[in-house]
Each structure stands twice: as C-alpha cells, then as structure tokens.
C-alpha cells in the first residue's frame, strides 16, 4: 500500500476526526446531566421523536443526501450540476412530507409532535445536502468546522431548553434542528455555494438518472432504521417507556464506535473515489479494511470491558442498569462498522442496488427476530441487542460475498476475533466473581492478535518515526 495514500487517508481522518470527535465526545460527557434532567419515559419519547425523524428523512430527501457525496464526486456529472438539481429534488420531496404530515398527525403518539418533526427532518435534509456537497469539493477542514458547530449548538440550546426553560422531552429534540438551520447557513455563506446554484441548469432527464442511483438508498436507509430503531419502538410497545429509556440510554455507549466509524468513513469514500481506476485497487482495499478491522475490535472489546464502569461515570444513578445492554450492542456496532466500510465499494461503483437488497435482508432478520425475542420469548431489552447483532451479522455476510472481489478479508483472524468478542461479550453479561480477570485476559489476547495490523499502518504513514525522532 502507498505511504501517501495511507497517509491522506489518515490525515483526512485526523482532520475530520479533530473537527467532529472532541465535540461529540461532549455530548456523551452531557449524558449524565441529561439523564438525570430527563426521566425514563422523558428520555424514552424524546428517543422516539427523533427516531421516527431519521426514518422519514430519506424519503423527504429521495435519497439524495447521502448521494450528494458520490455524484459530486465522480466524473459523470459536473458539481455544479449536482448542486443546482438537488434543489428541485428538494423541493419534491417537501412536497410529497406534505403528504404524510396528516398521517402522522392521527397517531396519537405523535400527534403533539408533528410540528417538531417537520421541523427536525427539513433542517436535516438542508444540512445534509450542503455538509455532503462541501466534502466531495474537498473543502475538509470547512466540512470539520461545520461538524464542531454543530454540536457546540446542540449542546447549546439542549443546556437552555431543558434547565432554564424546562422544555423536557421536546426542548431535547428540538435543539438538533435549530442547531442544523444555522450551520447550513454558516456554510451556504462560508463556501459562497450560491455561485454554484445555477436554474438554467438544471434539466430533469439529468435529475432522473441521477435519483436511479439515489432511491434505492430510501428503502436502504428505512431497512437500516428497521434494524437500528424498531427495536425501541417495539421495547416500547411490549415493555414499556421505563425499560425502553434504559435501552436508548445503554445505545449511546456503543454508538461512540459509531462516532468513530463515520469519521472514518467520511475519510475514507473520499480516498476510496480517488483510487478507484488505480491498478492496486484490491490490495490497498484490503489492507485498509485489515487495519481498520483490528482497531474497531480493539476499541469494541475495551468499551465491553469497560461498561459498567462506563455508565456509572455517564449516566445518573437511575439508569445503571442500562449496563447490561452495551456488551451485546457493542459487539453489534462492531460488526455494523465493518458492513458500512464494505458498502463503500458499491457507491465507488454507483450500485446502489446491492446495498439495498443487504439492508432488506438485514431488516427482515431483524424484525423477525424482534418479534420472537421480545414478543414471543419476553427477553425485553436483552432480546432486542441480541436480535440486532444477528441482523447486522446478516447484513456484514452477504457484503463482504459480494465484494469479495475488491477487498480479500482475513477470515482466520476474522473468525478469531469474533469468537473473543463473543466470549468477551458473555463474561461480561454473567458477571461471575472475579470475572474482570477474565474480561482483561481476554482483551489481552484481542490486543496481540490485532496489534500487528494497526502498527503496520502507523508504520506506512510515517507515524511510529515521528515518535521516536520526538524522543
């Protein structure tokens, strides 16, 4: 693999990461003074709210949020063009929200909500549309700031609407739309993307064969809200908000993995469309996702370790026993991470096709399996984690056969890990005496086997160099 390569990589991941990572590390420090300001049933309905946002998201947006990032990117359309037929595209999609507003007003749930919604998914699209347009312009460091922001705004408005105000479930929500409303326009007006808003060029058989590649990614995301989300609502349903507020609550420690990973990703679909008519392809593929794959089981298996310490430090006294969801989940993230890092080869290929059709499988497991584990067996919260890493295994299975062509995995070091985790994951659980003992050798064993691959990276960026000339 190219040491220049590697080090774009990492040097776009650091500066992304530098931009989004300390201030989403805030928020989580912001977890305790949240659950202890929100109540179970509080915290449980403001996770529903915004749950139910992230799914309609998509189908406001005809998926073209997420594929701003490819179409700008690539050669087959000009940035400009992209840009100019995102705001018809846009503006279609507002027109079909209208649709379903009256739908959501006559579910009594939500129907005291509908307001916040509308609210919370346009500014999500707006926000969307322009983070992903600066990326593939390769404004990097505008695309970082806006991410620091962001969250300095959320935490912001989270802090005066739910202590001063006392604004509870909906001062929670509200405060992420405001916070997207004024970061897009910091950035509209930061990279002057006004000049490139052009109306007389924009030609609807353009936008048609662009949204052949973007609306496969609706239903794609809608299956992967099945797998991430409808465990909540159905936590909800059978057990009520108490015990769901416990499992929204325990989602946050593994989703710092998420964090990481979407930093990562950002990163690496720029390096992954720069590379893709290089002749090497395969071999950098797979030597990135070797290295990236021995970190995230290392920083899984320490977050496992480490989970009831974890929520004893994050969470108010209340919610400690939201503890023994995050093993499972955590093991769950790990493996999520990996299927998001194998999709990137389908968008570099702009087949959005396959994609799909490994979310579906992923979702149907998922909800299958929800229904039985919660439904039929009644094992609540604990049932819920085991039934999404199932699915996300699913999803990760079917990814990695059919890019098999472009990124070679280590399926003995694979298996291996998996088979730590796991153990790692049931020590944990069970908590018999004097089981840190065990869950430290075995994290031991996890770091031996994936130490290599993370240093030999370290090692190609000129990293490991740069400490000892410091020394």
């Not at 004024?182 to 007006?189: E, G, H, K, T």
């Not at 239903?219 to 809200?225: L, Q």
């Not at 995230?296 to 480490?306: L, T």
Request: proline share 3%; glycine share 6%; net charge positive.
């Amino acid at each position: 693999m190219s040491k220049n390569r590697t080090r774009k990589l990492i040097g776009n991941t650091a500066v992304i990461a530098a931009g989004q990572f300390g201030s989403k590390i805030l928020v989580y420090l912001l977890t305790r003074l949240y659950t202890s300001l929100l109540t179970n049933t509080e915290y449980s309905v403001a996770s529903n709210i915004s749950d139910l946002a992230v799914l309609i998201i998509p189908l406001v947006s005809l998926g073209f949020g997420e594929a701003v990032f490819r179409l700008a990117k690539g050669s087959e359309y000009s940035k400009k063009e992209v840009f100019s037929d995102s705001f018809v595209i846009f503006v279609f999609g507002c027109l079909l929200f209208a649709v379903i507003v009256p739908v959501l007003s006559s579910i009594e749930y939500f129907s005291n909500y509908v307001l916040l919604i509308v609210f919370y998914v346009v500014a999500s699209v707006i926000h969307t549309f322009c983070s992903n347009y600066i990326r593939a312009k390769g404004m990097v460091g505008l695309y970082a700031v806006q991410g620091i922001i962001n969250t300095a705004f959320v935490i912001f408005f989270n802090v005066i609407f739910l202590i001063p105000f006392k604004m509870s479930s909906v001062g929670y929500v509200l405060s992420v739309p405001i916070a997207d409303m004024l970061v897009s326009v910091f950035v509209v007006v930061k990279a002057k993307l006004w000049k490139d808003f052009d109306p007389a060029a924009i030609r609807l058989p353009r936008i048609g064969s662009m949204l052949k590649y973007s609306i496969p990614l609706i239903p794609t995301t809608v299956f992967m809200w099945v797998v991430n989300i409808s465990d909540r609502f159905m936590v909800t349903y059978f057990c009520g908000d108490a015990v769901n507020g416990l499992y929204s609550a325990a989602y946050k420690i593994p989703t710092l993995l998420g964090v990481m990973n979407s930093i990562f990703i950002y990163a690496w679909q720029i390096s992954a469309m720069d590379e893709r008519g290089c002749a090497d392809r395969k071999r950098f593929y797979t030597n990135v996702f070797d290295s990236y794959a021995s970190f995230m089981f290392i920083a899984g298996g320490a977050i496992i370790v480490c989970s009831k310490l974890v929520t004893s430090l994050m969470f108010a006294k209340t919610y400690y026993n939201a503890w023994i969801y995050i093993p499972i989940l955590t093991f769950a993230m790990v493996i999520h991470n990996f299927s998001s890092f194998l999709d990137s080869e389908n968008m570099v290929r702009l087949k959005s096709m396959p994609t799909m059709l490994t979310a579906l499988a992923g979702a149907a497991t998922n909800l299958v399996l929800n229904l039985l584990f919660i439904g039929v067996f009644g094992w609540g919260g604990i049932g819920a984690a085991v039934a999404t890493y199932i699915s996300y295994m699913t999803t990760f299975v079917l990814r990695a056969k059919i890019v098999g062509g472009s990124i070679v995995l280590q399926l003995p070091r694979m298996v291996t890990n998996n088979i730590l985790m796991l153990l790692l994951v049931v020590v944990t659980m069970i908590s018999f005496k004097g089981y840190i003992v065990v869950d430290l050798l075995l994290f031991a064993l996890l770091c031996l086997l994936n130490a290599r691959p993370v240093l030999r990276t370290f090692e190609r960026a000129g990293i490991a160099r740069l400490f000892k000339a410091r020394r």
